[in-house]
């Protein structure tokens, strides 16, 4: 997992819809659905001090191996990252 702390850059909308978040990427004109779980995963995201924060946070809450949460998280993030729908700022 990278380290640092993710910012949503300007032309990043998001929206809740029926459990889940449909992010806009304004320059690309593309969208992107989260489900609950990743729901979840958006709002620690944009909430949490940084990276290591929202794995803790995920851990504690969910009932997952460490090592399948750290692969997954890191999954969503390089998807979320190379879509342009945040930034990850190193301290």
Same mark, same amino acid.
């Given at each position: 997992m990278p380290d640092g702390r993710v910012q949503i850059p300007a032309h990043v909308a998001s929206r809740l819809?029926? =459990? =889940?978040v449909v992010l806009?990427? @304004?320059e690309t004109g593309q969208y992107f659905a989260l489900d609950d779980v990743g729901t979840r995963v958006w709002s620690l995201l944009t909430t949490s001090a940084d990276l290591q924060s929202v794995y803790d946070g995920l851990l504690a809450e969910y009932d997952v191996a460490p090592d399948t949460?750290?692969? !997954?998280? !890191? @999954?969503?993030?390089e998807s979320l990252q190379s879509r342009g729908l945040i930034r990850i700022e190193v301290a």
């Amino acid at each position: 997992m990278p380290d640092g702390r993710v910012q949503i850059p300007a032309h990043v909308a998001s929206r809740l819809v029926e =459990g =889940g978040v449909v992010l806009f990427n @304004a320059e690309t004109g593309q969208y992107f659905a989260l489900d609950d779980v990743g729901t979840r995963v958006w709002s620690l995201l944009t909430t949490s001090a940084d990276l290591q924060s929202v794995y803790d946070g995920l851990l504690a809450e969910y009932d997952v191996a460490p090592d399948t949460l750290r692969r !997954d998280l !890191d @999954a969503l993030i390089e998807s979320l990252q190379s879509r342009g729908l945040i930034r990850i700022e190193v301290a």
